[in-house]
């Protein structure tokens, strides 16, 4: 039986085999990444998509005019900072007005989209240590609303100077929401496994008006050890921030599942792909909360870095630098191996996306997007070259 079983799975994957003609995927369309809250200055991402048979590592679009226009008559230029980063401190991001963002840059057509900050909703989040549990109450809410909640765990190690912030696991317990949570809990057949735990990494859901409170239950660990290193975040968006979010994360939960349909969102950007939303922020936390000012500040290379080339490491111990992250998004910064070289720039923006720090600068010997660990003194930096070739870089906080 299990022999006639692998010839029909052998039928059935070579049948959804077919050629792709490379010139129904050659156009390139920029992808905008720009989410806005009120009083922060404005920072969008501008890249484009890549084709077929680009090989390049960078994509980003550094000679756009990017304007938003406000319904309340004010205009704001975004400047470009590097990497396809553009930044502007004025006419911040405020409720109630709409805001229409236009995009030229050579070669593609004007980008064209909207967006505002969500109808302001209070939302109070309440911790119930005993049970491991927090409510998120919305008494006052007026209509159905779309958030996304995230959880977080922090651990700082007081000797070492380390301190480690990631996403973990949650559970949502209200009966009228487990259809939302079912769709977002991963059942594919290579994960038979999960199907009794509904725990998830973060919760997308559009909550009924008639809904006032969300349990949300940790893992009973935290209950017995480490309950108060917990962070629960609340991102309150509009309709179309939630759909491009939700789409984006229904695609990283089903790329690895052979068995899933392909999901595609294009979102509300016209001529173009990506996201132009705002969004109301919510947390709750008996630390610090990992935000700008928080990390803001300047790093300098103690301990020179390595270099990794095709499996082999070079260490570097002179090499210099450092890196300066204004609380505004601003970045500057300069690295080299030793004295006999020349600095390399690195001034353009940061972006701290969920626990990443993520750098865009206009060095072309680096790719332009950079994750980062952030510690309580340093941050742990890993720039690559290209595919076979990266350096790993610490860079320690100073008091300047």
């Known amino acids: 039986m299990f022999k006639y079983y692998l010839l029909f799975l052998a039928f059935f994957l070579s049948s959804c085999i077919s050629e792709i003609d490379p010139s129904t995927i050659s156009?390139?369309?920029?992808?905008v990444y720009c989410v806005f809250e009120e009083g922060k200055t404005w920072k969008l991402i501008l890249q484009h998509s890549n084709t077929f048979a680009d090989t390049k590592l960078t994509n980003h679009i550094t000679d756009a005019e990017v304007i938003i226009y406000g319904s309340d008559g004010t205009v704001r230029q975004l400047k470009h900072l590097g990497g396809g980063y553009y930044w502007s401190d004025q006419n911040l991001p405020k409720h109630n007005i709409s805001y229409t963002l236009i995009i030229q840059a050579n070669g593609y057509p004007q980008v064209h989209a909207t967006g505002q900050l969500p109808k302001p909703t209070p939302i109070t989040i309440i911790q119930n240590e005993g049970l491991s549990q927090f409510e998120v109450r919305q008494d006052a809410k007026e209509d159905d609303i779309y958030i996304q909640i995230m959880m977080y765990e922090n651990r700082q190690d007081v000797w070492e100077n380390y301190f480690d912030y990631f996403p973990t696991s949650f559970k949502i317990t209200n009966p009228e929401l487990q259809q939302q949570v079912n769709e977002q809990t991963n059942n594919s057949l290579i994960h038979?496994?999960?199907?009794?735990?509904?725990?998830?990494?973060?919760?997308?859901?559009?909550?009924?008006?008639?809904?006032?409170s969300i349990i949300i239950t940790a893992s009973p660990f935290y209950a017995e050890n480490s309950f108060n290193n917990l962070q629960l975040n609340v991102l309150h968006f509009e309709r179309q921030g939630y759909d491009y979010f939700f789409h984006q994360s229904k695609q990283k939960k089903h790329q690895d599942d052979l068995f899933s349909e392909p999901i595609s969102f294009k979102g509300d950007v016209e001529n173009g792909y990506g996201v132009f939303t705002g969004v109301n922020r919510y947390n709750w936390s008996k630390s610090e909360i990992l935000h700008e000012s928080l990390i803001a500040g300047t790093y300098k290379i103690m301990d020179g870095f390595s270099q990794h080339v095709n499996l082999k490491t070079f260490n570097f111990p002179n090499?210099?630098?450092?890196?300066?992250?204004e609380p505004d998004g601003r970045l500057f910064g300069q690295i080299r191996k030793d004295n006999t070289e020349v600095f390399t720039n690195l001034d353009g923006g940061w972006y701290l996306s969920d626990h990443k720090i993520r750098l865009y600068f206009t060095a072309q010997n680096f790719l332009k997007e950079v994750n980062l660990d952030w510690k309580i003194k340093g941050i742990s930096a890993r720039f690559s070259f290209n595919m076979y070739d990266s350096i790993s870089i610490y860079f320690s906080k100073t008091n300047e």
């Open 27 to 31: 156009t390139k369309k920029p992808v």
């Open 319 to 325: 090499a210099e630098g450092y890196l300066k992250l």
């Open 192 to 212: 038979l496994e999960n199907l009794d735990y509904k725990y998830l990494d973060h919760f997308f859901g559009k909550i009924p008006m008639s809904l006032k």
